[in-house]
């Protein structure tokens, strides 16, 4: 007997036959003995269509009545989930945001978790009943309702863990588990029976769109055990996220190989090359709330240097038009960039004590004539950037290279 | 200046068209200098949608859940009025009932208001704010989110001018005040620019749907100034509700005639005439929760007498099933009933002092051939019971009778 969150996302709760379903499952897992608290996303499309409606009445909808309106979808599903309980006969309670209360700071559609008082969840624990908690809200010190942003449920189910040292936090979402390899582009792709967060962090940042990073980050700083399965399939352990490499024996060198086509390259030629020539360039890019990826700086000859980064494609034109003055003013030669690039990359916590890991990847892709466009490593990480149109068959010749087909 | 409370019903707030123009009213108010409160429905369709879909998951929604979910409807709608507000440089900020907090006692989906802290509603009018509030929800002791039912907006309204000592409580509807008369019963009926809490109580109860009449019954216990206006006509002062009869100068002696197809009538025949028989008939139909609406007994001859009441409609086959075994009990004759029958009822303070006014009524009727069934009277209202075939003609005939198509 084991207190377990589940949370199930827009997908699982779509319809009243999912809810259904999504209260049978959560049944069987409570007439086996354990303690549940189940959060739920708003059901698929009502996020947007209230976004919508808001928009209808003011262009720029007021962030503070935004939330007031998007924390209505969530109400309405866990009310839903609770009925559904109840109608198989399990005692079931269901609780917004603030009535838990999860209290978060005051930044409106985008706030963060600051405590969370589990007094209320754990009594009704204890007297046998199933919590249903809201996803992706909360209120602030002042009592406004708050939201997470866009995948804030999975952190809310991340965050109760922590909060009620539950066994397990179970993500469930319409894939069952994190694979070597996306399986629409590698039909041999694997099914990973472990990942360490280090690694999960790398794949969910680089556009697996499994698990929202921010989630991640929460379970790595609060040690709570992570397992992604599928809210579809009835049997499958699916992937467990382990804080601890050595619950992982026989660690493989590689876990996996991920890809993104939604960054956009610039290449600045000619930097005279002294101090404080990236904050130059980047820092007005950092200002307008670009983000930027990848940053590669070759050492410099002559006294000049060619300076590249990635940004995300819908900022791609906007921080052109913010480069050019700067182009002018530190004297660089010429703009070059780019948006039909991929990025591809290889994870894997056993790369750090393995050296050939990269030769062996550039390698592997000149064989099949891919040119590597940028290149950027982290300890347990190599990202490419190549040309787009060999996405898939760069992600299919790393797989094979690196025999992730074959069992670890 | 003053402090106006205006409630608009789901019609008027039914789409973000809808409610830019209630946005646009309120804004017109507010740079006359007052202070606005505005509570507001779901959107026309949306707690119908709702319930709906809880019934989809279960059979007999759970009261408790229901209210979770019913209560998003009102939340959707604040956050909207507050958006279109701003959007035309009015300065507001939304409240569900839990953030008011709108204090109820637990019975859900029929919930009581105990009190309303004004205390934060406060803070933003002197501030400069419209506060706009959700209607037919608040929280009782546990935290627990409550809904007052059906029309409990308006009681939400009234409640809130009562606790804010409110000049005036403005209910806009979709009709521009209380009539003599249904209009598409009798074109000649005149919109009365006053009338007393007394006759409001009566018409509210006998059908004319203008308000309900909780919230009626509520503003008389407060003494708050009630009225009735169109949110679709810019101008018109709609019809006061006051609670002095001297502030009606020149009092009529009728100010309505109303209608109401809803009830259906049950007569006892051969009724052993000793006390408690009255309870021996009511008890079990007051146990089944079946409301029973007019009474009548006459005085009885030979030991015997008859008994006759009505009901809604929609109990009518329960409540001759439970009479039944009652009647043999009682040792009765027989039971009779009918559900093709109209209440036509006279309503007006005047009466009091006018003999007369029953007589008068009974002729009209006479000489249209309109056989009466039963009659049911209090200080201010005659009440008979005639086919429903002749529903409309009745309404006109004793509308012309006391001339009510002349201004008063």
Chains 1, 2 share one sequence.
């Not at 827009?10 to 379903?21: D, M, Q």
């Not at 309405?76 to 006969?89: D, N, Y």
């Not at 939604?262 to 950092?286: F, H, S, W």
């Not at 996405?391 to 690196?402: G, W």
Request: aromatic content about 4%; overall charge negative; glycine content about 8%.
């Amino acid at each position: 007997m084991a207190l377990i969150v589940q949370k199930y996302g827009g997908t699982s709760v779509g319809s009243a036959e999912r809810i259904k379903n999504v209260a049978r499952r959560v049944a069987q897992w409570s007439a086996r003995g354990h303690q549940l608290v189940v959060v739920v996303s708003a059901m698929a499309g009502e996020t947007n269509r209230l976004i919508a409606l808001a928009k209808d009445v003011q262009t720029n909808p007021d962030p503070r009545e935004l939330d007031v309106m998007l924390s209505t979808g969530e109400q309405v599903t866990i009310a839903l989930l609770a009925m559904a309980l109840k109608e198989q006969g399990v005692q079931a309670r269901s609780y917004t945001g603030g009535q838990v209360k999860i209290l978060t700071d005051d930044a409106h559609t985008k706030a963060r978790i600051i405590a969370i008082d589990e007094k209320n969840i754990r009594a009704d624990l204890d007297n046998g009943s199933v919590v249903v908690v809201a996803g992706f809200q909360g209120v602030d010190e002042g009592g406004n309702i708050t939201t997470l942003g866009r995948g804030g449920s999975d952190t809310t189910g991340v965050a109760l863990a922590a909060a009620l040292k539950a066994h397990e936090c179970q993500i469930y979402t319409d894939v069952d588990g994190v694979y070597t390899a996306d399986p629409r582009i590698v039909p041999e792709a694997r099914r990973l029976k472990t990942i360490t967060f280090e690694e999960m962090l790398e794949l969910a940042s680089l556009g697996s769109k499994v698990l929202q990073i921010r989630s991640v980050e929460f379970a790595g700083k609060y040690k709570v055990r992570l397992r992604v399965l599928s809210s579809f399939e009835e049997q499958g352990e699916g992937t467990l996220i382990t804080f601890e490499e050595d619950e992982k024996m026989e660690q493989p060198v590689i876990s996996g190989i991920a890809s993104n086509r939604d960054e956009a390259k610039i290449t600045i030629l000619g930097v005279p090359d002294r101090p404080g020539i990236a904050y130059q360039i980047l820092g007005p890019i950092g200002d307008a709330n670009i983000d930027v990826d990848m940053i590669v700086q070759n050492v410099g000859h002559d006294g000049l240097t060619d300076f590249s980064f990635t940004v995300n494609r819908n900022d791609f034109r906007k921080a052109l038009e913010i480069l050019k003055p700067v182009r002018e003013h530190i004297k660089a030669r010429e703009i070059v960039s780019g948006d039909s690039i991929a990025k591809v990359s290889i994870v894997g916590v056993g790369m750090r004590s393995h050296a050939g890991i990269a030769s062996a990847a550039f390698r592997a892709l000149a064989e099949e004539g891919i040119n590597i466009q940028m290149i950027s490593t982290s300890e347990i990480k190599i990202s490419v950037v190549i040309d787009e149109k060999y996405t898939e068959l760069a992600v299919r010749v790393l797989h094979k290279s690196f025999n992730l087909d074959q069992p670890a």
